[in-house]
């Protein structure tokens, strides 16, 4: 069994957000699957079971994502007994659980998989860590980091959280878009997925 996160934020306003591109990846995947989304609301999530893998997007907004997949991961078993997940701290997820997600350290168009990390900064894959109790899990972090200096934050992220809170709720040019969604499509293709 496999669980496949992508991290944003629900509602039309953030859609194309550079900080929904956990989501854009889940949802580009499902197209080119022809996979369908179901909402259950007792998680509020939207999740596709697909064969042995659940692909999941918390409709809880960023920063509480771990409360809706400590919930849906705890409620449905699909962790080994052995773990016991929620008393056991920095359990071995790294096989079953995979994270997506925008990463600011990380150029456009590039990405990076990590796994028994911190979340340097990010506060969705911190949430994940503290409702779960470990960092031991697979990250696909894909980078929105963009050098044109209009563009980004004076200074980044860990000087300066206010700027890259609103740079990362803004919207992809139509240029961002396309390099996106062609690196996700790479990382379908190499069926990192």
């Known amino acids: 069994m496999r669980i496949i996160i992508g991290l944003g934020n ?5 859609n194309n957000t550079r900080h929904n591109v956990g989501f854009m990846a889940l949802d580009l995947f499902a197209e080119k699957k022809n996979l369908a989304w179901s909402f259950d609301k007792k998680f509020n999530i939207n999740f596709i079971k697909n064969n042995n893998t659940f692909f999941i997007k918390p409709l809880t907004f960023m920063n509480n994502s771990g409360q809706a997949i400590a919930l849906f991961m705890n409620y449905y078993k699909l962790l080994p007994k052995k773990l016991n997940l929620i008393k056991e701290k920095n ?15 990380i150029e456009l168009g590039k990405f990076k ?5 911190r979340s340097a900064g990010h506060k969705g894959v911190q949430s994940i860590i503290d409702h779960l ?27 300066n959280t206010m700027e890259a809170g609103k740079y990362v709720l803004q919207k992809f040019s139509k240029e961002e878009m396309e390099i996106i969604n062609n690196l996700i499509s790479e990382i379908i293709n190499t069926k990192i997925l």
Do not use: C, W
């Open 10 to 14: 629900p509602g039309e306003k953030y």
């Open 91 to 105: 359990a071995n997820l790294s096989q079953i659980l995979t994270v997506i997600h925008d990463d600011l350290d």
């Open 113 to 117: 998989i990590s796994a028994n990390s």
């Open 133 to 159: 109790k470990t960092k031991n899990f697979k990250r696909i972090r894909i980078g929105i980091k963009n050098n044109k200096p209009e563009q980004m934050p004076t200074d980044l992220p860990r000087q």
